[in-house]
C-alpha cells in the first residue's frame, strides 16, 4: 500500500532519513537499471523489482550489494551457436554519489577497506529506497583486494567466499558507520549469510566469539529473514573448511562449526542462512514444500515472487491502463479492472509490442519475422535443468505442425555461465535444431546477449511464453509473470510460479508430466497443434485469453503484493495487518514533517476525496 504524494515533491535524495530504515535488504545482485551491469539475472532481476516496489510503496528500506565494476558478462555467439564472453566495465565514480564512508573489516589474516557507492531506487511518488553498492578497490588494499568487487560469480571458490564475506560483514559495518540500525535483516539467496556473524560480533562489543552463546544466537535469528531461491544443489554456496578459516579466520571458523553451519564438512551458505534466521520462506507454494523437504530441521514458509508492473509492461499498455484505471500504479490490485476494457484494445497494445519486437529482431539479424504468425518466446539463464531444446525434441513432428497450423516463429535467447560447458552445448543444439528445420516453414531464431531491455521486448512481443523445466528445479520463474502482464499466455511445464498461475485455456496451457522427455514433448506438441494455433486463428477469442493473462495472473504476480506479504508474515509477524501498512504512512508523515512537503499534502488530500 503507498500513501499518494507528488512526483514534483520529490524529496532531496541527500537528505533522506537513514536512521529512520527500518528493513535492510541484502543482495548479491540488483537490477538497477538497464544501464548497469550489477545483476546476471532472475535474482538480480527480482532483488531490482522488489526495491522498485518498495519504492512506489513508500517503504522503510535500504539495501547492500556489490559494485560489480566488471559486471558479469556480455554473451558472444558465432554462426555455430559457440559463446564467448568479454566483461561489461563501467566506472561508478562518474555515475554516484560516494556514500563519504570507508568501513574496514578482518579477512584472510588483514584488514580490507570497503567504500560504498550509493544508487537511490527513486518510486512514482518520489520516495528513495537507497542501495549501497560495496567496493574493495579502495586505496591501500592489495592489489588482490582492490579487484574482490569487480567479478559477479567469477573467479573460483576462494574468489567467491572473499566477496560474500564484504557483502555480509561489509554491509553490516557500513550500515552502521552510516548511522542505519535495522530491525529487520532481509537475505535474498544465501550469498549474504556471513551477516550473521557481523551482527553476532556487534552484539558482543568486541568480546571474543567464543563467549557467545545460543541465547545470542537467537537474538541475531529474531532480526533476520532468509530467502532460498534455488532446490537445485549447485545454487548452494559451499567451500572447503580450509577456505573459511583463510578468509574468515579461526575465531569466526570455529562459532561457525559450533553453531552447526558446517553441512556434508563444507561451510555451506544456506544452512548458515538458516542457522541465523527466524524466518525462511521459499519464493512459490511449491518451492516451499521443495525446501521443506530439503531442510527437514526448518520451518520452511511460502511467498511467491512477482515483477514491478510498471518496470515491464509495454508503453501502449501503460498508456492504455493510465487512461482506462490509473489507480494501477499504487494498487496492482485494480489489474482486475481489466475487464472493464475492451479485449480488442487489449489485443492492439499487443500488436504493437509484437511490432516493436520484430523490429528489433530484424535490426539484430536481418531477419523479417511475420507479425501475423503464431510466435514463440524461449528465454532464461541456461542451463540444463530448463531444457531449452525440448521444444526441438521431435523435429519432424514440429515440421508437420508447422505446416499444418500455417507456420511457426520461435525466439530464444539466454546466457549460460562461462564455466557450464553443458549449457553451453544446448545453445549450440538450438542452432543446429534452427538450421535443420529452416526448410520446413519453421522460422527459429537465437538472439545475443540476453538482457533486461531483450527481455522486456520478448514478455510484451511473442505470442505465447514457453518454460519446460525438469520437475521440481524451478523454484519460481518470472519471466512468465512478466508475460502474463502483458497478456501473454504460458505454455509451461507445472512447477514453481505456474502451478498458482495456470488456468487451463484462460491463462495459458500445462505441458503434461510423462515418464520421459518424450512424453512432454509429445503433450507441448498436442497443446500447440490442438489447442494454441485454433485459438490463435480466432482473434475475438485470443484477445479475451490475453485479457485473463493480466487479469487473473497480472493481478497477483507482482512485487507490490510479494512485498505486502514480506511485511505481514517476515518482517513484522507480530503486527496486524492494520498495524503494519501503516508503517510506510509513518515515514511518509515524518518526511513531510521535515521537509514542509505542501505539495504533498494537497496532491495526497486530491487522491483520498
Keep these: 500500500m503507498s500513501f499518494p504524494t507528488s512526483p514534483s515533491s520529490a524529496p532531496d535524495v541527500a537528505s533522506v532519513d537513514l536512521a529512520a530504515r527500518r528493513i535492510a535488504y541484502f543482495s548479491m545482485e540488483i537490477a538497477l537499471s538497464s544501464a548497469l551491469p550489477t545483476y546476471s539475472g532472475g535474482l538480480g532481476m527480482l532483488a531490482g523489482d522488489t526495491l522498485r516496489s518498495a519504492a512506489d510503496t513508500a517503504a522503510p528500506m535500504v539495501a547492500v550489494s556489490l559494485v560489480h565494476r566488471r559486471g558479469y558478462f556480455r554473451q558472444n555467439l558465432d554462426a555455430a551457436g559457440n559463446q564467448t564472453e568479454s566483461d561489461q ?119 571474543p566469539l567464543e563467549q557467545a552463546t545460543e541465547e545470542d544466537v537467537a537474538a541475531i535469528a529474531k532480526c533476520c529473514v532468509f530467502t532460498t ?64 523437504q530439503m531442510f527437514p530441521d526448518y520451518h520452511v514458509h511460502s511467498i511467491t515472487n512477482g515483477v514491478h508492473a510498471a518496470t515491464w509492461l509495454s508503453r501502449p499498455l501503460q498508456a492504455l491502463l493510465d487512461a482506462e484505471i490509473p489507480a494501477w500504479r499504487h494498487d496492482n490490485n485494480y489489474f482486475r479492472s481489466i475487464y472493464g476494457i475492451p479485449p480488442a484494445k487489449i489485443a492492439n497494445c499487443h500488436e504493437l509490442g509484437k511490432q516493436r519486437l520484430f523490429e528489433e529482431v530484424a535490426r539484430r539479424s536481418g531477419q523479417q519475422f511475420n507479425p501475423k504468425m503464431l510466435t514463440l518466446g524461449f528465454a532464461r539463464r541456461v542451463a540444463t535443468y530448463k531444457r531449452a531444446s525440448l521444444l526441438l525434441h521431435d523435429p519432424k ?6 505446416k499444418k497450423i500455417g507456420g511457426l516463429q520461435i525466439l530464444f535467447a539466454g546466457k549460460a555461465h562461462p564455466a557450464d560447458i553443458a549449457g553451453k552445448g544446448l545453445i549450440r543444439d538450438v542452432f543446429e535444431s534452427a538450421a535443420s528445420l529452416q ?89 500447440l497443434e490442438n489447442k494454441i494455433a485454433p485459438l490463435y486463428a480466432r482473434p475475438n477469442a485470443w484477445a479475451r485469453m490475453q485479457q485473463h493473462c493480466i487479469g487473473i495472473n497480472g493481478t497477483f504476480f507482482n512485487t507490490h503484493r510479494m512485498l505486502g506479504q514480506y511485511f505481514l508474515n517476515a518482517y513484522f509477524p507480530q503486527m496486524s495487518e492494520e498495524e503494519a501498512i501503516p508503517i510506510a504512512v509513518d515515514l511518509y508523515a515524518k518526511e513531510r514533517r521535515s521537509g514542509g512537503r505542501r505539495a504533498a499534502d494537497k496532491e495526497a488530500s486530491k487522491a483520498l476525496v
Design 89 to 207: 566495465p563501467w566506472s561508478p565514480e562518474t555515475m554516484f554519489p560516494s556514500a563519504q564512508q570507508v568501513v574496514r573489516i578482518a579477512m584472510q589474516g588483514r584488514e580490507v577497506s570497503v567504500c560504498a557507492w550509493r544508487f537511490d531506487v527513486m518510486g512514482a511518488a518520489g520516495h528513495v529506497i537507497p542501495v549501497f553498492l560495496l567496493d574493495t578497490d579502495v586505496e591501500g588494499n592489495n592489489s588482490y583486494d582492490r579487484h574482490l568487487t569487480d567479478y559477479l560469480y567469477g573467479g573460483d571458490t576462494y574468489y567467491r567466499l572473499c566477496q560474500e564475506t564484504v557483502l555480509g560483514l561489509g554491509g553490516v559495518a557500513l550500515l552502521r558507520a552510516l548511522g542505519v540500525e535495522p530491525e529487520v535483516y532481509h537475505m535474498n539467496e544465501g550469498h549474504a549469510a556471513l551477516l550473521g556473524v557481523g551482527l553476532l560480533e556487534e552484539r558482543l562489543a568486541g568480546s
Design 439 to 527: 526448410a520446413s516453414g519453421i522460422r527459429i531464431l537465437y538472439l545475443e546477449n540476453y538482457d533486461w531491455e531483450l527481455a522486456a521486448l520478448l514478455t510484451q512481443g511473442v505470442d505465447v511464453w514457453v518454460n519446460t523445466p525438469r520437475r521440481p528445479y524451478e523454484a519460481s520463474g518470472t519471466s512468465g509473470m512478466k508475460a502474463a502482464l502483458n497478456g501473454v499466455p504460458s505454455l509451461s511445464v507445472l512447477d514453481g510460479w505456474w502451478i498458482e498461475g495456470c488456468a487451463e485455456d484462460l491463462t495459458g496451457w500445462a505441458i503434461d508430466d510423462a515418464e520421459d522427455e518424450e512424453g512432454e514433448a509429445s503433450s507441448l506438441y498436442d497443446k
Design 229 to 292: 531461491h534455488t532446490p537445485v544443489p549447485a545454487g548452494h554456496d559451499q567451500f572447503g573448511v580450509d577456505q573459511m578459516y583463510a578468509v574468515l579466520g579461526q575465531e569466526r571458523g570455529n562459532v561457525i562449526e559450533r553453531f552447526g553451519c558446517l553441512h556434508n564438512g563444507l561451510l555451506n551458505m544456506t544452512y548458515l542462512a538458516l542457522r541465523f534466521s527466524r524466518y525462511v520462506n521459499g519464493v512459490s507454494m511449491q518451492h516451499g514444500k521443495v525446501s521443506q
Design 397 to 402: 513432428r514440429l515440421a508437420r505442425l508447422a
